[in-house]
């Protein structure tokens, strides 16, 4: 047996061995990039570093990340989809690239020192060459040369073995790593590629040395980088012999304490087994998010919609397997005690993390219970339709009105022998979908791959702004958010009261008399006590490496952060305060831009 926190260990002991420096993970809510709302891969904090910025903890790194993927949401609740999971991962900078990184992984997954995996049950795939690319014939050999047999290296197309974390920034090829979950031994010749069922991935290497700057550009990265991410919870699995990562340790108490609220065992009948497992990898994934060091609250947009939609479809499955009462913290608690030693932040937040739940439980709780309302107010006109039938419009207008959603829709009216107009209530919530995602998701240029002229100044304006807020309004001022795109820049801070019109001016002056002093950038690394003690800025609550960048804007401002920033101040334009309004309790929000 080997418990989550002794493979997070081994992973870092392994990898600090081969001159790898421990990095801490970061949030799950990226700071200064627009283009997700999710953490969604380990190496997405440190996309600045794979493009060329230097790190402070040097060229090689390991860490490991907290990622949440929501993207395909509905279809959680199979025995290996999370919405949220852990990624162990170690990064060369430029520093070894295929040959090393391969060799590393087989070392680790199968030395009998280290996780002592059977050979026997292991295979990989390579990328297959295309227009972009050629074929990976080195990583082939790479692996032919640690022993894997030919028939278990499966060449493969981009859509399996080329990485990418978004449209544009850092990507290449990649090899990926899987394990026989078939019973026995695997058949010679079986691989990803002839049996894309028993082969379960669970490591990724890739090999970062393209910059993908637009749908129609690729160029070579200055130096060839690897990023790698093994999945701990199915790493997890496989070591223990278990068949899902809901039968290991990291799922089993969360499914108990489920359990003993329903009355009902996991493992007794497939449909409640699925309703569990969503509740179970809801649960978790929303007491990760709300107890992230900048963890929303539930809410209509962006990552608070997300979170809510992961709260509410709980309380759903809770309701499918009888639990008709708020239940949410019993399931919470146990995530707490689970990972709260690998995030500590879990524990800081315990009292926030229950109180949100509870909150958007109860509100939850009574949409259901109007919603029940209207439709028995609607019913007794329902049951005079001849056909048995109700309108997908109706349906619909118990959704957008009450919330209500269409599945419970459609139980009362099974329960009430009716059927529902599923494909106009489809059409209908299509169209209001369209609609949504429209406002909702703009495709936003920025991010943290964006090193855009335009981006990057308004990297350094977000310093002067700082800096100029606490000159004006006090040392209380502390960066709560930020958010960068090539089109102006939104700074949340915390600060209890609106800003007067003269104060925002004062701002304004402040940082454009920086401008036009065109003070030069520089950056330079130390200790993080040295940095704070020289009193550079820094993220309150931010976890920081032991040795950070601090970067100087001549002699006005001081900050912690990764860059990259402007060389000089003179050519970043007017800066212009658009607008200052509440964000939060106590957080103000500023937008700005820079005018050529
Ligand atoms: N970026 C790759 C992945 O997420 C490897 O870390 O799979």
Same mark, same amino acid.
């Given at each position: 047996?080997?418990?989550?926190?002794?493979?997070?260990?081994?992973?870092?002991?392994?990898?600090?061995?081969?001159?790898?420096?421990?990095?801490?993970?970061?949030?799950?809510?990226?700071?200064?990039?627009?283009?997700?709302?999710?953490?969604?891969?380990?190496?997405?904090?440190?996309?600045?570093?794979?493009?060329?910025?230097?790190?402070?903890?040097?060229?090689?790194?390991?860490?490991?990340?907290?990622?949440?993927?929501?993207?395909?949401?509905?279809?959680?609740?199979?025995?290996?989809?999370?919405?949220?999971?852990?990624?162990?991962?170690?990064?060369?900078?430029?520093?070894?690239?295929?040959?090393?990184?391969?060799?590393?992984?087989?070392?680790?997954?199968?030395?009998?020192?280290?996780?002592?995996?059977?050979? #026997?049950?292991?295979? !990989?795939?390579?990328?297959?060459?295309?227009?972009?690319? $050629?074929?990976?014939?080195?990583?082939?050999?790479?692996?032919?040369?640690?022993?894997?047999?030919?028939?278990?290296?499966?060449?493969?197309?981009?859509?399996?073995?080329?990485?990418?974390?978004?449209?544009?920034?850092?990507?290449?090829?990649?090899?990926?790593?899987?394990?026989?979950?078939?019973?026995?031994?695997? $058949?010679?010749?079986?691989?990803?590629?002839?049996?894309?069922?028993?082969?379960?991935?669970?490591?990724?290497?890739?090999?970062?040395?393209?910059?993908?700057?637009?749908?129609?550009?690729?160029?070579?990265? $200055?130096?060839?980088?690897?990023?790698?991410?093994?999945?701990?919870?199915?790493?997890?699995?496989?070591?223990?012999?278990?068949?899902?990562?809901?039968?290991?340790?990291?799922?089993?108490?969360?499914?108990?304490?489920?359990?003993?609220?329903?009355?009902?065992?996991?493992?007794?009948?497939?449909?409640?087994?699925?309703?569990?497992?969503? *509740?179970?990898?809801? !649960?978790?994934?929303?007491?990760?998010?709300?107890?992230?060091?900048?963890?929303?609250?539930?809410?209509?947009?962006?990552?608070?919609?997300?979170?809510?939609?992961?709260?509410?479809?709980?309380?759903?499955?809770?309701?499918?397997?009888?639990?008709?009462?708020?239940?949410?913290?019993?399931? #919470?608690?146990?995530?707490?005690?689970?990972?709260?030693?690998?995030? $500590?932040?879990?524990?800081?937040?315990?009292?926030?993390?229950?109180?949100?739940?509870?909150?958007?439980?109860?509100?939850?709780?009574?949409?259901?219970?109007?919603?029940?309302?209207?439709?028995?107010?609607?019913?007794?006109?329902?049951?005079?339709?001849?056909?048995? *039938?109700?309108?997908?419009?109706?349906?619909?207008?118990?959704?957008?009105?009450?919330?209500?959603?269409?599945?419970?829709?459609?139980?009362?009216?099974?329960?009430?022998?009716?059927?529902?107009?599923?494909?106009?209530?489809?059409?209908?919530?299509?169209?209001?979908?369209?609609?949504?995602?429209?406002?909702?998701?703009?495709?936003?240029?920025?991010?943290?791959?964006?090193?855009?002229?335009?981006?990057?100044?308004?990297?350094?304006?977000?310093?002067?702004?700082?800096?100029?807020?606490?000159?004006?309004?006090?040392?209380?001022?502390?960066?709560?958010?930020?958010?960068?795109?090539?089109?102006?820049?939104?700074?949340?801070?915390?600060?209890?009261?609106?800003?007067?019109?003269?104060?925002?001016?004062?701002?304004?002056?402040?940082?454009?008399?920086?401008?036009?002093?065109?003070?030069?950038?520089?950056?330079?690394?130390?200790?993080?006590?040295?940095?704070?003690?020289?009193?550079?800025?820094?993220?309150?609550?931010?976890?920081?490496?032991?040795?950070?960048?601090?970067?100087?804007?001549?002699?006005?401002?001081?900050?912690?952060?990764?860059?990259?920033?402007?060389?000089?101040?003179?050519?970043?334009?007017?800066?212009?305060?658009?607008?200052?309004?509440?964000?939060?309790?106590?957080?103000?929000?500023?937008?700005?831009?820079?005018?050529?």
């Amino acid at each position: 047996m080997i418990s989550p926190d002794q493979l997070r260990s081994k992973y870092l002991d392994f990898f600090k061995a081969k001159g790898h420096a421990v990095i801490s993970g970061k949030s799950l809510l990226p700071e200064n990039d627009p283009t997700v709302l999710f953490t969604t891969a380990g190496m997405h904090p440190l996309v600045p570093y794979l493009l060329g910025e230097p790190h402070p903890a040097g060229s090689r790194l390991v860490d490991y990340q907290k990622c949440v993927r929501t993207g395909d949401i509905d279809e959680v609740g199979d025995p290996s989809h999370l919405t949220c999971f852990e990624m162990l991962g170690n990064w060369s900078l430029g520093d070894y690239f295929k040959r090393e990184s391969i060799a590393y992984s087989w070392e680790f997954l199968t030395s009998e020192q280290w996780l002592a995996l059977d050979p #026997a049950k292991l295979s !990989v795939t390579v990328f297959a060459g295309d227009q972009n690319a $050629p074929r990976d014939d080195e990583s082939a050999a790479r692996w032919r040369e640690l022993g894997v047999p030919e028939d278990r290296v499966a060449y493969l197309p981009a859509s399996d073995n080329w990485w990418a974390a978004g449209p544009t920034g850092p990507c290449g090829p990649d090899t990926e790593i899987f394990y026989w979950t078939g019973p026995g031994l695997p $058949p010679a010749g079986s691989n990803k590629g002839t049996d894309s069922a028993n082969w379960m991935e669970i490591w990724n290497n890739v090999f970062m040395e393209y910059n993908r700057v637009d749908e129609h550009t690729l160029v070579k990265l $200055p130096m060839q980088n690897v990023d790698t991410g093994m999945g701990l919870e199915r790493t997890i699995a496989v070591l223990n012999g278990a068949a899902s990562v809901y039968l290991t340790d990291s799922f089993k108490p969360i499914l108990d304490a489920i359990g003993t609220v329903a009355g009902v065992t996991y493992g007794s009948d497939p449909a409640r087994d699925t309703s569990m497992r969503i *509740v179970a990898d809801h !649960v978790r994934s929303a007491t990760m998010i709300l107890g992230d060091q900048r963890g929303p609250s539930p809410g209509n947009v962006g990552a608070g919609y997300v979170l809510r939609r992961l709260i509410r479809r709980a309380v759903r499955h809770g309701r499918k397997l009888g639990i008709e009462q708020a239940f949410l913290g019993t399931p #919470a608690a146990v995530v707490v005690d689970l990972l709260s030693g690998a995030y $500590p932040e879990l524990k800081d937040n315990r009292t926030r993390i229950m109180d949100e739940l509870a909150r958007e439980e109860a509100k939850f709780l009574e949409t259901l219970q109007k919603g029940e309302h209207e439709f028995e107010k609607m019913l007794p006109n329902l049951l005079k339709n001849p056909q048995k *039938v109700m309108s997908g419009r109706l349906a619909f207008k118990l959704y957008d009105t009450y919330g209500f959603p269409i599945e419970l829709t459609l139980e009362l009216a099974a329960e009430n022998g009716l059927s529902v107009n599923r494909d106009e209530f489809d059409d209908a919530f299509r169209k209001h979908q369209e609609l949504s995602r429209a406002g909702a998701e703009q495709t936003f240029k920025g991010g943290l791959a964006d090193q855009s002229e335009a981006a990057t100044a308004y990297h350094t304006a977000t310093h002067l702004l700082h800096k100029a807020l606490r000159m004006v309004l006090g040392d209380h001022v502390a960066q709560k958010g930020s958010n960068i795109t090539t089109e102006r820049l939104r700074f949340d801070f915390s600060h209890p009261a609106p800003m007067t019109p003269e104060e925002i001016k004062r701002v304004e002056d402040i940082v454009n008399e920086q401008i036009k002093r065109d003070l030069p950038v520089t950056m330079r690394m130390m200790p993080l006590e040295e940095a704070k003690a020289t009193g550079a800025m820094a993220l309150f609550g931010e976890k920081y490496e032991a040795v950070v960048k601090v970067y100087s804007v001549g002699d006005f401002s001081m900050e912690v952060c990764g860059g990259p920033h402007v060389e000089r101040t003179g050519s970043m334009g007017r800066f212009v305060i658009q607008k200052e309004q509440s964000s939060s309790a106590g957080v103000r929000r500023i937008r700005a831009v820079l005018e050529r």
